[in-house]
């Protein structure tokens, strides 16, 4: 399960749903473990010079007996702090829920002016962090928290799976590379920090957490996605489709990815949209960043000629053709005036090729900025201390629709 989230500030325009109150809870969580850590190292350096111990019938050179008993107590003593402190200190070489991991910056590649997509890999060797990404496809939509070490907060992010596209080797993902699509937030604590490190430079990562789990009998996903939001689309698009189980009919995905400017998504050619929708963006009331809708019926082909494919173009590109006729994408940009609308999303649902609407077999899954996330779906809501999915609202809620699933992220 996803742990359990702190309340979301009010009146920021924060993207998704970090928060500087969840920052302080997770800094006395850090502050926490490195306390215990520091208290049982010096417990153990402390135990490791007793006196040598004395025996009964001493043998004739009880000196020599003892020097040797002696280099015995702290060798084992010795070997057994190293492999405390090997255990404590760096902490685990594996991606587990519990403690930070150390990563290192392989790659810093733009993929706009404001993104990058990030490369990185396990800091120590271990054999098995292949297998713990594995488990975690297998079961959905999951995210890392990444730990800031000046200002001891931390935000979360998402793996994006490797497709036909990715240049990692066969060998750099047994290592248990990893890549993240991050934008930078121009006043953002964690984003900027990350776009500042130098190559090279240590990572301290902890989960995998649990955003969404795609169910086995899943047939269909409609993808919402808003900015970086395209990185759980890909998630869920590869655990999807990998899915052994579901021969016979294929799953689909289709996906309709939102960005504020041209440049987020070149080279991106849109499957089916063809007609821009009538209203505003909803970019408009949370950044204030749109122009009036004055230019309806676009072509949705980005023009590309003389520019590159952006990286998570390609990636989405190759996931397409290794799945041929299973995925769909249509690029909207809000620079063009062309945002995912009511009838947008209403077509989608309606080329649904499956009647069946029993439980868990359609899902529309909505991922972006939080103001994204609530016209679409309305707002997550605060409970108990922990966040949850809230009632469904806003664009989805008017479309009033049968069998298909909705989930937040
Ligand atoms: C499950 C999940 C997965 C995610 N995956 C990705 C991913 O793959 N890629 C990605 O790029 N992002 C991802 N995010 C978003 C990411 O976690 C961060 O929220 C994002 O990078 C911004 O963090 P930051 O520390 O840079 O910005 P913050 O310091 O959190 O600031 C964000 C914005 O809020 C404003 N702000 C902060 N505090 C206040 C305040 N008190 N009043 C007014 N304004 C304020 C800042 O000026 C800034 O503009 C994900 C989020 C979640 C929840």
Not at 33 to 57: D, E, G, I, K, L
Not at 62 to 85: C, D, E, H, M, Q
Not at 387 to 395: A, D, H, R, T, Y
Request: hydrophobic share 30%.
């Amino acid at each position: 399960m996803r742990v359990p989230i702190s309340p979301q500030c009010c009146s920021c325009s924060c993207s998704y749903s970090r928060t500087i109150q969840q920052t302080a809870i997770r800094s006395r969580r850090y502050a926490s473990t490195c306390a215990s850590t520091s208290a049982s190292t010096a417990t153990t350096a402390t135990s490791s010079a007793p006196p040598a111990p004395a025996t009964p019938n001493s043998t004739p050179n009880p000196s020599r007996k003892n020097r040797w008993l002696g280099i015995l107590f702290v060798t084992a003593a010795a070997a057994g702090a190293g492999a405390y402190l090997r255990s404590q200190g760096p902490g685990s070489a594996t991606l587990n829920q519990d403690t930070f991991t150390k990563y290192s910056l392989v790659s810093r590649e733009p993929v706009s002016s404001t993104s990058s997509l990030f490369t990185l890999r396990p800091r120590y060797p271990s054999g098995s962090n292949y297998d713990v990404y594995e488990e975690a496809w297998k079961i959905g939509v999951w995210s890392v928290m990444f730990k800031q070490p000046q200002l001891q907060i931390g935000r979360d992010y998402t793996p994006l799976p490797t497709t036909a596209a990715t240049t990692l080797t066969v060998d750099e993902e047994n290592e248990g590379y990893l890549r993240f699509f991050i934008r930078k937030d121009p006043f953002g604590e964690v984003s900027r920090y990350l776009h500042n490190l130098s190559i090279g430079a240590d990572i301290e990562m902890r989960g995998p957490q649990f955003e969404c789990i795609i169910p086995e009998e899943t047939q269909e996903i409609v993808f919402i996605a808003g900015g970086t939001g395209i990185a759980p689309a890909l998630q869920a698009g590869y655990s999807l489709l990998n899915n052994k189980e579901q021969e016979s009919p294929k799953p689909k995905i289709h996906i309709l990815w939102a960005n504020r400017l041209k440049e987020d998504c070149i080279g991106g050619e849109s499957d089916t949209a063809k007609v821009a929708s009538s209203r505003g963006s909803w970019f408009s009331g949370w950044f204030g960043s749109s122009k009036p809708n004055d230019a309806p019926n676009q072509p949705t082909t980005m023009p590309h000629e003389d520019q590159q494919t952006s990286l998570v173009v390609k990636e989405l590109e190759a996931l397409k053709s290794q799945y041929p006729g299973q995925v769909k994408v249509d690029y909207y940009l809000d620079e063009e005036n062309r945002f995912i609308g009511k009838q947008d999303i209403s077509d989608v649902v309606k080329r649904s090729s499956s009647a069946d609407d029993s439980h868990n077999k359609k899902m529309i899954l909505v991922s972006g900025p939080e103001g994204f996330i609530g016209y679409m779906a309305g707002p997550k809501i605060w409970a108990q201390g922990q966040e949850l999915q809230g009632p469904v609202k806003g664009v989805i809620k008017e479309l009033d629709l049968n069998g298909w699933g909705v989930w937040k992220l």
